[in-house]
């Protein structure tokens, strides 16, 4: 079994995830995230100023965050799967 968690894999996850994003105030991105196994990531980003708000700089944020939490899931399902052997 390998011992570690390698950025194919989390691409991988992150290529057949599911997205979904929503704007709310004018200012706030909110970023729903559906992995493979179901498992749901919820992100969000906001700025101070609507006249400021991009919509695509808010998603990239929640994705980055997200891609983040993955590798913390996949770290720990890899961790607890090497100690029960």
Known sequence: MNNTVTQEQINSIIEKTQFV????????TV????L??????????????????DEKMGFEICKERIV???????????QSKLSNM
């Open 21 to 28: 994003t929503e704007t709310y105030f004018n200012k706030t």
């Open 31 to 34: 970023v729903l995230a559906k």
């Open 36 to 53: 493979p196994n179901g498992f749901i990531i919820v992100e969000s980003s906001s700025c101070v100023d609507p006249a400021n708000y």
């Open 68 to 78: 983040n939490k993955v590798w913390e899931l996949e770290g720990f399902a890899l």
